[in-house]
């Protein structure tokens, strides 16, 4: 099946909640697919342009990450600014054009998805049966990832889907954790991300 994709490019002007952002040394910067034209546009000689960031990708701000001092996110939401911050361990501001809100993302929020994490690997190092979620969706299809996982897992079993609803995961009680090997947004408490796993 032949698949579109359509970029949404948002027609809120970023220019207003700019003028709010005070950021001392360099910054990167990040957006979403939805404000990235307006991004490019930016001239600061203190910015750095990163570029596009995704939910299950930070490459772009790794990419800078020893040129920069701190990153400001652009755009609605704190999933994108946790994970960056997550992955580079610098300060990550947000300038929010729907909101007109500038802010710096809080500390105890990392800490606390860090927490849910350990949580988590506690669950993953005890486990004695595993199941791996695998998505069908273009871009986030990693079977072959979930194959060579499997091969290193006992009692570990593949579950592939196209939209997932967490409660059907309850259905299989005999999984002690699930390995998502999709869009990290897919989240509970028994979910841990592949990409958050040590290497096996």
């Given at each position: 099946m032949k698949t579109l994709f359509i970029e949404a490019k948002s027609k809120q002007d970023i220019s207003e909640v700019l003028k709010k952002v005070n950021i001392p040394g360099k910054v990167g910067l990040i957006t979403t697919i939805q404000f990235l034209d307006q991004v490019k546009q930016i001239k600061n000689k203190?910015?750095?342009?990163?570029?596009?960031?995704?939910?299950?990708?930070?490459?772009?701000?790794?990419?800078?990450?020893?040129?920069?001092?701190?990153?400001?996110?652009?755009?609605?939401?704190?999933?994108?600014?946790?994970?960056?911050?997550?992955?580079?361990?610098?300060?990550?501001?947000?300038a929010n054009p729907n909101t007109n809100e500038f802010s710096k993302l809080d500390r105890n929020e990392i800490l606390d998805y860090e927490k849910k994490l350990k949580g988590k690997l506690n669950k993953?190092?005890?486990?004695?049966?595993?199941?791996?979620?695998?998505?069908?969706?273009?871009?986030?299809y990693n079977l072959k990832k979930a194959l060579e996982l499997k091969n290193k897992l006992k009692n570990s079993y593949i579950f592939m889907f196209n939209t997932l609803n967490e409660l059907e995961l309850e259905n299989f009680r005999k999984i002690d954790i699930w390995i998502n090997t999709a869009c990290p947004r897919i989240e509970g408490k028994n979910i841990i991300n592949l990409e958050d796993l040590p290497k096996l």
């Open positions: 203190n910015y750095i342009f990163a570029g596009q960031v995704l939910g299950c990708k930070a490459d772009n701000a790794i990419k800078i990450q020893k040129k920069v001092d701190s990153y400001l996110y652009i755009g609605s939401g704190k999933f994108h600014p946790i994970w960056v911050a997550l992955k580079t361990k610098k300060p990550v501001y947000i993953f190092y005890s486990a004695n049966s595993y199941g791996i979620l695998v998505s069908v969706k273009p871009g986030q």
